[in-house]
C-alpha cells in the first residue's frame, strides 16, 4: 500500500527566505505526482505535475525534484511572499490510477 | 474554460438523513474522482470513474457510500443514513486521462 508522508507538517519562514518542502513515498512504482495548494476553506489548486520520467519540473518561482528511485520529492519556493501562505501538498499517482495524497506542510511567511 | 464544480458548497442534515453531491466535471473529461477531506488532513481517496463505470471503488467507506457517473460526465455521491463521523469537506477532481487533476471548490457536508 502506498503511503505519502510529508515533512514538516508546519512551516514558518520570514519573507524573502527559500522554502523547501518534503515529500516521501514508500512504493516507487509511481505514474506521476503532483503538487498542490491549499488555502483555507478553498479546495486544491495544481501547482506542478512531475511525469515519473521526470527529474523535475518548473514553474516562475517554484520547482519540484523527483527521485523516483529513493521515494522523494522536493517543492522549491524561492524568495517567499507573505501571499505563499497556505497548505501545499503532495500526491503521487500509480498505475492503479488513484491519486494518494499526504497530510500538507502548512506553511506561513510573515512580512 | 469552465473549472469542476460542486453542489451544494455547504450540507447540513441530520443524522440519519440520506444526502446526494453532485459533481460537474471540466467538459471532455474521462477520468472523475471523489475524494474527502477532514479537518488538517490531506484528502482521502474514496471512487475513481473511468467513463461511466467505476475503476475504483476501494476507498468507499461502507455500503452507506454509493456514487454513480451513469452518462460518463456528471457525478453524484451518495450517503445513507448520515453519521456525525461523516461530516467532512468532499472534493471532486477530473482529469483527461492520465494527466493533472483539477479540483473543484468542495461540499462542506456537516452531520448534526
Known amino acids: 500500500k502506498q503511503e505519502v508522508t510529508q515533512i514538516p507538517a508546519a512551516l514558518s519562514v520570514p519573507e524573502g527566505e527559500n522554502l523547501v518542502l518534503n515529500c516521501s513515498f514508500t512504493?516507487?512504482?509511481?505514474?506521476?505526482l503532483q503538487w498542490f495548494r491549499q488555502d483555507p476553506g478553498k479546495g486544491l489548486t495544481s501547482l506542478l505535475l512531475?511525469?515519473?520520467?521526470?527529474r523535475e519540473q518548473t514553474s516562475g518561482r517554484l520547482n519540484a525534484s523527483l527521485d523516483k528511485s529513493s521515494g522523494r520529492s522536493t517543492l522549491y519556493i524561492a524568495a517567499s511572499q507573505p501571499g505563499d501562505s497556505a497548505t501545499y501538498l503532495c500526491?503521487?499517482?500509480?498505475?492503479?490510477?488513484?491519486?494518494?495524497f499526504g497530510a500538507g506542510t502548512q506553511v506561513v511567511v510573515t512580512p | 474554460g469552465a473549472g469542476v464544480s460542486q453542489t451544494p458548497s455547504n450540507k447540513v442534515t441530520e443524522k440519519g438523513k440520506y444526502v446526494e453531491l453532485r459533481c460537474d466535471p471540466i467538459?471532455?473529461?474521462?477520468?472523475l474522482y471523489w475524494y474527502r477531506q477532514s479537518l488538517g488532513q490531506g484528502p482521502e481517496f474514496l471512487i475513481y470513474?473511468?467513463?461511466?463505470?467505476?475503476?475504483?471503488d476501494s476507498g468507499l467507506p461502507n455500503d452507506r457510500f454509493f456514487a454513480v457517473r451513469p452518462e460518463g460526465s456528471v457525478s453524484t455521491l451518495k450517503i445513507q443514513r448520515t453519521e456525525r463521523g461523516d461530516s467532512a469537506v468532499y472534493l471532486c477532481?477530473?482529469?483527461?486521462?492520465?494527466?493533472?487533476?483539477?479540483f473543484g471548490p468542495g461540499t462542506r457536508l456537516t452531520v448534526t
Open positions: 477532481a477530473s482529469s483527461a486521462g492520465q494527466t493533472e487533476l483539477y
Open positions: 512504493d516507487s512504482a509511481i505514474y506521476n
Open positions: 512531475i511525469q515519473s520520467s521526470q
Open positions: 500526491a503521487v499517482k500509480g498505475s492503479w490510477g488513484k491519486l494518494q
Open positions: 467538459s471532455g473529461h474521462t477520468a
Open positions: 470513474f473511468q467513463g461511466t463505470g467505476a475503476a475504483d
